[in-house]
């Protein structure tokens, strides 16, 4: 039915005037949806040899890779300032890498070293430890290669050595990232047969093959010498329904918790795995998304502080349970100011 009522009489909204409850900070608090506290985040972190030794990395501005020593005060910092677990990631120097990435699975190696020494001196913060080969292998892939093929199964089995060194060292979440078939199963089965029953895995579920990972392999030092790409084995950025099916999968074959990378172009993904299952679930802010971030905040295009804080509370608003956010750190301290 039509109504003839003047089109600046707005009375017959006069219930459902929604912006009532944003009028004042007081109750824009109150009626909040979502929240974001230092125990949402997860710091990655890069790790190289050397004694208080610190190198930036290029494309991610403020960004540093640390010594195993610095490495202990960062997680010294991280615990005191709420952070529940640090994500680390080593940059292997050149000697070490080969075409089998053996490296990954020394029992002395940087990850190895680096875990030991922050668990020793720094119990108290959890310690996730990346699974994959790019950070060892001489052609910067996250699989074994032969004949131009990634080996799915021979990786694997590199890989279960990985994470078992890793554990002995200290690691209390194992995460793959390496997306080869059946890794979390083969893991899990190893783990416990090995006494590490009480080690998690938090499993690289839905990783596309994305261009904002970038300054993720200078950090670690695998992007020059990347040989080819890595299609066949992350997934194609056109696809959603693939990402739950391999979400499912690593939940069956044990995964505690799984993750979802990059973050921001694939909130739609994040927000259908939290609607599809019951599972700690997590985001990566990725390099490339915090490159942009502090570019685009350098260059005046953005409020840097208000696109960082926007963007953290995005991924809380579409279901995760954390975000791993290279701004872990110094957005714990501003949330607990």
Request: overall charge negative.
């Amino acid at each position: 039915m039509a109504h003839d009522w003047p089109r600046h009489d707005m009375s017959f909204l006069a219930g459902q005037r929604l912006r009532r409850t944003r009028q004042t900070a007081w109750s824009r608090a109150m009626v909040r949806e979502t929240e974001l506290l230092p125990r949402d985040l997860i710091w990655p972190l890069f790790v190289i040899e050397g004694q208080n030794e610190r190198t930036p990395i290029r494309t991610m501005p403020g960004v540093e890779r640390l010594s195993i020593d610095l490495m202990i005060g960062a997680a010294r910092e991280a615990r005191d300032a709420g952070i529940p677990a640090l994500a680390i990631f080593p940059n292997t120097p050149d000697h070490l890498r080969s075409e089998d990435g053996a490296e990954a699975y020394n029992a002395n190696n940087l990850m190895c070293r680096t875990l030991a020494a922050i668990k020793d001196a720094v119990p108290e913060i959890g310690l996730i430890a990346d699974v994959a080969l790019d950070e060892y292998s001489a052609n910067g892939q996250d699989g074994l290669v032969r004949d131009g093929e990634i080996l799915n199964d021979e990786t694997v089995e590199a890989m279960v050595k990985s994470a078992l060194v890793q554990a002995a060292a200290g690691a209390d979440i194992i995460a793959p990232s390496d997306m080869m078939d059946g890794r979390v199963a083969a893991i899990r089965r190893a783990l416990d047969a090995e006494g590490h029953e009480q080690v998690q895995i938090m499993s690289y579920a839905a990783k596309y093959a994305s261009c904002f990972y970038g300054p993720f392999r200078e950090a670690v030092g695998s992007g020059s010498r990347l040989k080819g790409d890595k299609r066949t084995y992350q997934m194609d950025f056109a696809n959603s329904d693939e990402a739950l099916r391999e979400i499912e999968q690593d939940i069956a074959e044990g995964a505690d918790s799984v993750m979802i990378k990059p973050g921001m172009p694939y909130l739609d993904v994040i927000r259908r795995a939290k609607d599809a299952f019951n599972v700690p679930l997590y985001a990566y802010q990725v390099s490339g998304e915090y490159a942009m971030i502090e570019m685009a905040g350098a260059a005046g295009a953005i409020n840097r502080d208000a696109a960082v804080l926007e963007s953290l509370w995005a991924f809380k608003r579409a279901g995760v349970n954390g975000v791993l956010t290279y701004y872990a750190l110094e957005m714990a301290r501003k949330l607990t100011a």
